[in-house]
């Protein structure tokens, strides 16, 4: 059995990436109940706020799934009690230190997966007693690692650098790239885009819209100095550009950043002045299907190019 | 068969990438002798050397091989007099327009290849004859697009957007990384960090050797305002950095890459002031091997990477 699909009890491995603004319960439940994991994306949430989603997730599918839990907020404790208290047994973290919470997770019989863009990072996470790591290349959407690996360079390293299963995402939006993941040694995929751009997500449909016209190149890897991210080039990003041109310090960037962009353009759907994550893929993905639809076509895609796949050398 | 196999008439859909002062004819042709298609590189070359490097390499092999051309230099007409003269029966072009000699070369019975970063590019490739593209993501080594589209993002949308083969390129130096390009839909790769790290190679064995301890993250693309190129983090690249965080403008760039840059990190080995062009990829490449034993691992590994991939969904 694949090692993904043991690991979570699930049909496919195939994994939904938390993300802000875009994936709460009702995202999660409909990639749980497809086959798949589904993830509450808990950095744009409150505790509370976090605890209702659980709940409500809970109510929405006797499936697995899981909280993603970005590691850079101050929050991170709380959220951390009500995972606990409501007995969710699955955790992804990200973006921060692996050792901080591993062990405590473990211990309260949680699996822990924590997302990396390096072979060290992969080897300090394996060390902290995660159960996978999720290698996330430089197409990838939302915050990003500073090397700017790619998912294709990434993948066989991290799986050559560790002995846990690796989850490949960064650019995987087809049944065709699921199956390449495969070939480079993953076990699993992390999905992000192609699951924002659903009819289930939270993202506002404004933005939806937009992502199905986006044009290859229409995305950007961005304010470095801060913490890097990927989003879209709207206004926004032009405006950002005019302050890098100007030579603007990183208090100038961070204040034209600003707390709530992000959740303006992605929830609110203010396509000109809000935050727009997401990654490269985009330009690939043309339409809004529902998330059954999308794995009823990912299956048939990836079984359509597996059969395919002749022995070309 | 395999459709670029049967273009040029080779084993292994396996193309070694034209690159600066590291593809001479003693690369091609033992390229071209393993089964693969070697190139000449002639973006370093004045138009008297490429003839000699056509000649010297037409006497170490009866196979096929093939002239990359850059076409952003001025010596391009020149050099496709001394191609043409020398029945030279497969060219590859890159950085330009590929409608401005496609036809011509067509004409004299040349199979024609460009290389391309996006759709766009691949279409109008397309339009003008060429008999294939080779579409190369952003982790490639040297000149890049602009766009900053990875390949496993990139292949699909290529081979989706064109009727031609597409032969995908950057990031691949393994089996496993072949296998994934074929997956993606790709009909042959273009490998070059892989053959730079030769024992065939033109590089200098200083620059090979610090390549086989080159770390992920070892390489940016930088110097975008001018051709956007990925080279090594060095001290040339340090000081390009200084003159970035000191707001230099265009030209003080233009003066600062300089002519003979690359000559004297690639060619000469000097590691500190040269500028070296590499992909991302070699962070995986730990150490130098004949072209024939690169290719007998290519092939090792593609083969025994099919055979355990199990179809996993």
Not at 156 to 169: D, F, Q, R
Not at 187 to 201: A, R
Not at 249 to 273: N, P
Request: proline share 2%; hydrophobic share 40%; glycine share 10%.
């Amino acid at each position: 059995m694949n090692s993904i699909c043991n690991l979570f009890n699930i049909q496919y491995p195939i994994v939904q990436g938390g993300m802000v603004w875009t994936s709460g319960w009702r995202l999660a439940s409909a990639v749980s109940n497809a086959g798949g994991l589904g993830l509450i994306g808990a950095g744009s949430m409150s505790a509370d706020l976090l605890e209702e989603h659980i709940q409500k997730c809970q109510k929405a599918t006797d499936k697995p799934f899981g909280v993603n839990i970005p590691l850079l907020y101050s929050k991170v404790e709380e959220q951390l009690d009500v995972i606990v208290k409501n007995k969710v047994s699955i955790v992804f973290t990200s973006a921060g230190n692996p050792m901080t919470y591993t062990s405590y997770l473990k211990e309260k019989g949680i699996k822990v997966v924590h997302v990396i863009g390096s072979s060290k990072q992969a080897l300090k996470a394996q060390s902290a007693g995660v159960d996978a790591v999720v290698a996330e290349g430089f197409e990838a959407g939302g915050h990003n690692s500073k090397d700017e690996t790619t998912t294709l360079v990434l993948i066989p390293e991290i799986v050559k650098a560790v002995s846990i299963p690796v989850i490949a995402a960064g650019g995987i939006a087809s049944g065709k790239a699921i199956l390449a993941s495969m070939a480079l040694g993953a076990k699993g995929v992390q999905i992000g885009t192609l699951f924002l751009m659903s009819k289930e997500s939270s993202a506002h449909d404004n933005y939806k819209e937009y992502l199905t016209k986006l044009e290859q190149g229409g995305t950007s890897l961005t304010l470095k100095e801060l913490t890097p991210v990927r989003i879209a080039k709207n206004q926004f990003y032009d405006e950002l550009m005019e302050l890098y041109a100007g030579h603007a310090s990183v208090e100038e960037l961070r204040a034209k950043l600003s707390k709530g962009r992000s959740k303006k353009g992605i929830f609110e759907g203010d396509l000109s002045d809000g935050e727009l994550e997401v990654g490269q893929v985009a330009s690939s993905i043309v339409q809004i299907q529902s998330v059954e639809e999308q794995f009823k076509r990912l299956i048939l895609e990836y079984k359509e190019a597996f059969d395919q796949l002749k022995s070309e050398l």
